[in-house]
């Protein structure tokens, strides 16, 4: 499943050895990642900044600047080595560590993402579910466990997971928000349409996919008046 992040804090915290980034880079980050992973699999093993701006739409000068902030310089009429490119991207963005994280709300698009293994291609590991429906809970979606949400609290203390995937009605999204919270996650990924309030030690990451619709309704409409003109 292809998913959009919208970050809604423009200031990154970073560790001592994590170089914090302009947002618009690190959202191109992956793009890169992406089609230099396929060229790894092709066996490709060089690759420049012009071909990545071809096959991507961005600009070359854009990609030696997004990378040159990493340290990650390209030789001279050869360009970037492929597979070296792969672990750095990888290592920064933290795709190649193990991330455990659990879905509240696990309805159809909850459930999606519980099936969505390909997620953990990208270290993301989905442990568990959430939810307040009794037919649901107890059972297994895509082997994972349903939990009662009233366990939310107990379960944490045992298993101190950071990341909550939230894809709960919107008018729970901020009391759902807050639970998650009070039980020591750290991490929210927001697919809700609600734009969710949480301390600032707290990330939170808006995939709103109805902003998305939006967009594409309003570009087809622009681009559809214009060629009647």
């Known amino acids: 499943m292809a998913v959009i992040c919208i970050l809604n804090r423009a200031e990154m915290k970073s560790s001592e050895n994590r170089t914090i980034l302009p947002e618009p880079t690190i959202r191109r980050l ?25 096959e991507l739409n961005v600009q070359s000068s854009q990609i030696a600047k997004d ?43 909850g459930t999606a993402l519980m099936q ?15 939810d307040v429906r009794s037919e649901v809970i107890g059972k297994y979606l895509g082997g994972i466990p349903v939990y009662d949400i009233s366990e939310l609290s107990d379960w944490q203390r045992e298993h101190a997971v950071s990341i909550a995937i939230l894809t709960v009605p919107v008018e729970r999204a901020q009391t759902t928000a807050d639970l998650a919270i009070a039980s020591g996650m750290t991490a929210l990924w927001n697919f809700t349409p609600y734009r969710i309030k949480a301390p600032d030690d707290v990330v939170i990451a808006n995939t709103s996919i109805y902003a998305h619709l939006a967009i594409i309704y309003n570009r087809m409409h622009n681009t559809s008046t214009e060629s009647k003109k």
């Open 30 to 54: 992956p793009w890169y990642l992406s089609y230099v992973r396929m060229l790894d699999n092709l066996h490709v093993e060089y690759v420049s900044s012009t071909q990545i701006s071809n």
């Open 67 to 109: 990378l040159s902030f990493l340290n990650i310089r390209g030789k001279t009429r050869i360009g970037y080595e492929v597979h070296s490119l792969v672990t750095e991207l990888e290592d920064f963005l933290g795709f190649n560590e193990h991330h455990d994280a659990v879905v509240i709300g696990t309805g159809s698009l």
């Open 116 to 130: 969505d293994h390909g997620l953990e291609n990208y270290g993301l590991n989905i442990v568990a579910g959430f």
